[in-house]
């Protein structure tokens, strides 16, 4: 129903307890519009390297957590730094785990990107890693507007890891809307 709200499940890409990214991603709340339902998917950091001898002796729990996390959201937003120019390990490691589960569930999900990163590119590459990887697991990716945070130090107060950049705020605001309409339009959710 076009008045139900959307369950967004938002995954962050950085484990450190002052993350940027993390930082940004407990942004989104106030920026979004009423009906994009934030929660966020547990920390990665309990899930091991994806081994298939691992899996034919048992599912992770961590990994069987994120599946039915993301198996139950109307739609996902990933908030990830970049690492040497691709996605951080432990991301990907994660959805290549998911990848692997009976039915997975990136398959026709929408997923929104997001990127902070103290480069003069703000992660856009680790975002162009990221749209290769879920498209091979048939994700439907939102295309613009994008939201990538430049130089992130600059951008967040130093003490409280507020974001305060007005430019960043704007494209936020923008993107949760378009991601809304996005989610609506190609899901039975309209
Ligand atoms: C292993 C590693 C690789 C990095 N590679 C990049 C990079 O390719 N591009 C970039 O802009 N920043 C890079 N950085 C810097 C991160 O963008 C910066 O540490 C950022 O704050 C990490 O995100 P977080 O604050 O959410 O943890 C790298 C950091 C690490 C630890």
């Not at 951080?88 to 026709?108: C, E, H, T, Y």
């Amino acid at each position: 129903m076009a008045d139900s709200a959307l369950d967004v499940l938002v995954i962050c890409g950085s484990l450190r307890k002052a993350s940027f990214n993390a930082a940004l991603a407990r942004a989104l709340p106030a920026l979004g519009p009423a009906r994009l339902a934030l929660r966020y998917a547990a920390p990665l950091d309990n899930i091991p390297p994806y081994n298939a001898d691992v899996q034919d002796a048992g599912n992770p729990p961590a990994v069987v957590a994120l599946t039915d996390a993301i198996r139950s959201a109307d739609g996902l937003i990933i908030v990830s730094p970049e690492y040497n120019w691709s996605i951080p390990g432990g991301l990907k490691n994660a959805i290549d785990w998911v990848s692997r589960m009976k039915d997975q569930p990136f398959k026709d999900k929408p997923v929104a990107l997001q990127s902070a990163a103290g480069g003069i590119l703000g992660g856009s590459r680790m975002q162009y890693h990221l749209r290769q990887s879920l498209t091979s697991v048939d994700a439907i990716l939102f295309g613009r507007p994008e939201v990538i945070i430049t130089f992130a130090a600059q951008k967040f107060d130093e003490k409280t890891l507020e974001l305060k950049d007005q430019t960043a705020i704007d494209m936020i605001k923008l993107q949760l809307a378009g991601f809304e309409r996005f989610i609506r339009r190609v899901s039975a959710k309209g």
